[in-house]
């Protein structure tokens, strides 16, 4: 079964790590590519070690009026660049947003897909989370789910890789020299991934989110996020080992460590790593989770969304070993 894709957005990093995946997928076949500076380029041009059969498709000018017919389309573009765009693509065109204008949109899933797949499952519009939110809502669902924790006043501490910031990186705080041997806090109580936050929060837990505290950090590695919660909750270490364990059994992407895990575990895959240490003397739990920003937090579990939504195994074409080195 051949299924026609397409991505917008397709030479920032997010749409290049989609393309990687797709190229090796049994069902989905690369049919239309779309992008705005790239536009008129091969994608041999953007990727010189694509895929023979991929090397000669060319970038288009980003238009959804002349969209090529399609089965499934994937949208890599930068918050607030989609949502005008995205409604006037066909009905009859499943999209998979892996931007941030769709998280909790009436009318679109929310894609959290080892947490509610059964929900993604036949739906036509889906917002993939973003890689924050991918890295700590896997670690904290089980707790919430069986009431390990309080859902209000959880402090999360997250580091991220630079290409989180995407290819074209804004300004010059995300090159080389001013990364490189750097440790920056940014996007202080303001961030755009604590809303979406929050709300899984209040959906897992059927409380309240107040008192949320989101802290991101830029460190100075390509790959990568690492979270760190900060939660109120008598649970033991163990407790919360076991009810991660159950809450994920059976699922393919989530695995549940006794240590503390670690980015390079994730590098290059759509793995999620979640783990726990807790002091029930002290009313503390604190959840870890890791993933890879752009397999897990963006491309890896928007093919695990379009797997879902079009009726095949959710594992296919990601089946692939992290990078490790």
């Known amino acids: 079964m051949s299924i026609r894709v397409g991505i917008v957005g ?40 694509v895929p023979a059969k991929l ?20 949208a890599s573009l930068p918050t607030g660049g989609s949502a005008e765009a995205l409604a006037r693509v066909p009905k009859d065109v499943k999209i998979v947003d892996i931007g941030g204008d ?3 949109v009436e009318g679109w899933a929310y894609g959290l897909a ?7 499952e036949g739906q036509t519009r889906v917002a993939n989370p973003g890689c924050f939110p991918a890295a700590t809502l896997s670690a904290l669902a089980p707790l919430l789910a069986y009431k390990l924790i309080e859902p209000g006043n959880i402090v ?26 750097n440790l920056v806090p ?22 309240s989110a107040a008192g949320l505290v989101f802290t991101p950090h830029l460190v100075p590695m390509t790959r990568g996020v690492l979270a760190t919660m900060y939660c109120r909750g008598r649970a033991t270490t163990e407790q919360c080992l076991e009810a991660a364990r159950r809450f994920y059994a059976g699922r393919a992407f989530v695995r549940v460590t006794d240590k503390p895990p670690q980015t390079k575990c994730a590098t290059g895959s759509n793995l999620a790593f979640v783990s726990y240490a807790a002091d029930p003397e002290r ?17 890896g579990q928007a093919v695990q969304n379009a797997n879902l939504i079009c009726g095949l195994p959710e594992t296919a074409g990601l089946d692939g070993a992290p990078v490790w080195p």
């Open 156 to 181: 999360i501490d997250a580091k991220t890789g630079i290409s989180g910031a995407g290819r074209g990186g804004a300004d010059s705080k995300f090159g080389y020299a001013e990364s490189n041997e």
């Open 186 to 207: 940014y996007g202080l109580l303001k961030h755009v991934h604590m809303p979406e936050m929050a709300k899984t929060i209040e959906r897992l837990s059927g409380g």
């Open 102 to 104: 769709h998280r909790y």
């Open 55 to 74: 090397a000669e498709l060319v970038i288009e000018k980003w238009d959804p009026v002349t969209l090529p017919k399609l089965d499934v389309l994937f």
């Open 114 to 120: 080892d947490v509610w797949p059964a929900q993604i």
């Open 283 to 299: 009313n503390l739990v604190i959840a870890m989770g890791v993933v890879d920003n752009l397999g897990k937090g963006a491309a």
């Open 10 to 49: 397709i030479s920032g990093f997010g749409g290049g790590e989609a393309m990687r995946l797709i190229a090796s997928h049994p069902s989905f076949e690369l049919i239309y590519a779309a992008g705005e500076g790239s536009a008129g380029s091969r994608l041999v041009d953007r990727f010189p070690g």
